[in-house]
């Protein structure tokens, strides 16, 4: 009896794109409502057969199958409700692969792998990944800032004195300050998305998502050195304040001088007078 080879059919897998882009500081979606809404925070709908677009208000808008004229209709609806829009558009994208006879799974730098495309899987992914993209432009942000920062560090420590001149201090300040309030508050890594409330089932999965792209060390890190460039601000405050002080009592001494030396010039006037 000759042994038959039994052929398994392989379970369908059917791989789709997932990419986040931060189009500004804010998106406002009020009014953005349709009668396919999924969602509401964030506002997410479906467009056309597969696709899938959620708009968070930090910006950030997560588009899921769309083809590229789909893609291009969506933004061109929203640009015009985004505000601090930047010349630079930071995307992430992210590739799942659809295994209905799987398990979800997130492979280090490969695919992530879940077993349908539900809107709650979906929220679930398009919150990770739209957390992580603006993380990323936080993180250039703040780092172009403690550029600036650096030189007047090592001028302070070699000379004991700031270098540039007060006008550039107080420009320093202002980019810290203006960094400080764009980050302090704006994307809440730590809260996890609400659809969970409604799917606890759903809570290892995103786990992992926020495991692979490292969200709670990267906004431990970025509040490290905004913690630098608050601190940096300060004391740069402390020096021109100090300046200032030096100033004023240098003034001071000169006109207590001043008047000594013209009593004693009249003195001697009115005496050979």
Excluded: C
Aim: charged share 30%.
């Amino acid at each position: 009896m000759s042994d038959v080879a039994l052929t398994v059919p392989k379970p369908i897998v059917h791989r789709v794109t997932l990419r986040a882009l931060a189009l500004g500081a804010r998106l406002d979606a009020a009014g953005l409502e349709r009668p396919d809404t999924l969602s509401t925070n964030p506002l997410a709908f479906s467009v056309g057969p597969t696709g899938f677009v959620a708009l968070y208000r930090f910006g950030v808008a997560v588009l899921v199958g769309l083809t590229p004229l789909e893609e291009d209709d969506v933004l061109r609806q929203i640009r015009p409700r985004v505000s601090g829009e930047r010349e630079r558009v930071d995307d992430e994208t992210a590739v799942l692969e659809v295994a209905p006879e799987g398990a979800d799974q997130v492979s280090p730098g490969g695919p992530i792998q879940v077993r349908d495309l539900s809107a709650a899987r979906l929220l679930v992914l398009a919150d990770a990944l739209a957390k992580s993209v603006s993380l990323a432009r936080d993180e250039r942000e703040v780092n172009a800032v403690l550029d600036v920062i650096e030189p007047f560090a090592l001028g302070l420590s070699r000379t004991g004195r700031p270098p540039g001149t007060r006008r550039a201090m107080l420009r320093l300040i202002g980019q810290a300050l203006l960094v400080q309030h764009r980050l302090s508050g704006r994307v809440a890594v730590e809260e996890k998305p609400d659809v969970l409330w409604d799917r606890p089932d759903l809570e290892r999965l995103y786990a992992r998502v926020e495991d692979e792209y490292e969200l709670k060390e990267r906004t431990t890190a970025l509040k490290r050195k905004l913690d630098v460039i608050v601190e940096t601000a300060r004391a740069l405050t402390d020096v021109i304040e100090a300046d200032r002080t030096t100033g004023l009592e240098i003034a001071v001494v000169a006109l207590i001088v001043t008047e000594i030396l013209l009593t004693l010039a009249q003195m001697v006037f009115f005496r050979h007078a």
